[in-house]
């Protein structure tokens, strides 16, 4: 992209008119939070060639209309002492942008705008978990496990408003030099319009309201998202049940029957106002599986789920969040509940970036089927209850370190449960 003297000049003065003619109607779409765009942006404000929203912050963790970001985009592309590696950032955005910033008045060619369809993200992580549990003879048993993990996540544009999304993962076992196959775990068209987003394929489980307490999966199905400041997600599916915790009843019942997915409905509400936000959810589930489920009501085979959740930003650095969930149709281990302290928080673009948080955490393992939290996984503790305390960090650009600890008390039987987490990730 060639810029000469007066298109920088003719860049800036559009976009300072743009932002007083413009503010008060603004035709243009959000852009998801987990758009590209959020990084690179990102990259941009922490090399000090783009300001954010003048008052020196980007706020990565908000959906901005792409009328936002494209005046960012364009008071970028007005500088000229720029590194190739950011010059290359904004040519991208550019690219994605490029109606948005015709319509400010920068031109992008169509060459420019069709030169990168297909973008690629990424990470390679390693992840150590040290766990122990106390034993009925009060013994104590230790387990301890290492995995490696590379992650790809294309996306690609089919026009304007369309994307296809996919997440492709491979994982290794250290102490045995043992590597699974590169899956597909996710892959699904994408549709953004103004206050509307359509998903097809087999995409994540929505769980804004509960900040992943319940699920971190995916489902093959649909979903659908609309409103603004009040959103409402529809989605409907199947979900393979034997992607459940590992440490979970349901995935040792998915043995037990021929029944490998359950069917699925959900819908969830959620919305902000000033610094507070929240939501409410119910999923309802179908399975022969649940018949097989200790703790279900007997010859059940639904699982009905509603939660809510709320949160409120003191500052920029201070954010306090809970959840509640209950699985109606289990009558053990049926409830999980979360409150959690965030103090700042680890931003991979930003070196020298941190964050911290302690939680207190009730997973009742009937309703918590599948939690996001690392030391819930699947290689980690499950159907306890306790105290958990975290912090994150940015040693070098794009590279995150992390140390979890939890200790608490086994839910069926009140005994002692604790674990050590530490991750490493490297972004690309």
């Known amino acids: 992209m060639k810029k000469t003297l007066v298109s920088a000049l003719t860049t800036a003065l559009v976009v300072g008119a743009a932002s007083t003619t413009f503010a008060a109607a603004n035709p243009f779409s959000d852009v998801p939070a987990d758009h590209w765009a959020y990084d690179a942006v990102s990259q941009l404000a922490a090399d000090g060639v783009i300001e954010g929203y003048g008052d020196t912050t980007f706020r990565g963790n908000q959906n901005i209309t792409r009328y936002e970001m494209a005046q960012m985009i364009a008071k970028a592309m007005a500088k000229t002492d720029v590194s190739a590696a950011d010059k290359a950032l904004i040519d991208k955005l550019a690219a994605e942008f490029s109606d948005e910033l015709n319509n400010l008045g920068v031109r992008v060619s169509n060459l420019e705008r069709n030169a990168d369809n297909v973008k690629w993200n990424g990470q390679a992580r390693y992840r150590y978990w040290s766990q122990r549990y106390e034993q009925k003879d009060g013994s104590t048993k230790k387990q301890n496990k290492d995995q490696l993990n590379f992650r790809l996540e294309p996306s690609a544009e089919v026009n304007k408003n369309w994307h296809v999304k996919a997440r492709i993962d491979a994982f290794m076992d250290p102490s045995k030099d043992e590597t699974s196959d590169l899956t597909v775990k996710r892959v699904w068209a994408q549709g953004d319009y103004k206050n509307f987003q359509v998903k097809l394929g087999k995409m994540p489980f929505f769980s804004t309201e509960t900040a992943g307490m319940l699920f971190d999966d995916q489902f ?206 490297f972004w690309f």
Do not use: C
């Open 220 to 425: 093959s199905g649909a979903q659908v998202t609309f409103g603004k400041n009040l959103k409402a997600t529809l989605e409907a599916g199947r979900w393979d049940l034997n992607s459940a915790n590992t440490q979970s009843n349901l995935h040792d019942a998915a043995g037990k029957t021929d029944d490998d997915a359950a069917n699925y409905q959900g819908i969830a509400l959620n919305g902000t106002a000033g610094k507070l936000y929240g939501g409410a959810a119910y999923r309802h589930f179908n399975s022969n599986v649940f018949t097989q489920t200790k703790g279900f009501e007997k010859n059940t085979d639904e699982a009905n789920i509603w939660s809510v959740g709320a949160g409120y930003k003191f500052d920029k650095n201070w954010n306090l969040y809970g959840a509640y969930a209950k699985n109606e149709k289990a009558e053990s281990d049926a409830t999980a509940h979360n409150i959690q302290l965030n103090y700042k928080g680890a931003q991979k673009a930003n070196k020298g970036s941190w964050g911290a948080y302690t939680a207190y955490r009730y997973m009742g393992q009937n309703v918590a089927f599948a939690p996001t939290y690392e030391t819930f996984l699947s290689n980690g503790v499950n159907n306890v209850k306790g105290w958990e305390v975290g912090t994150e960090y940015v040693p070098f650009t794009n590279v995150t370190a992390a140390a979890y600890y939890f200790n608490g008390k086994q839910l069926d039987n009140d005994r002692d449960a604790e674990l050590l987490f530490g991750r490493v990730n």
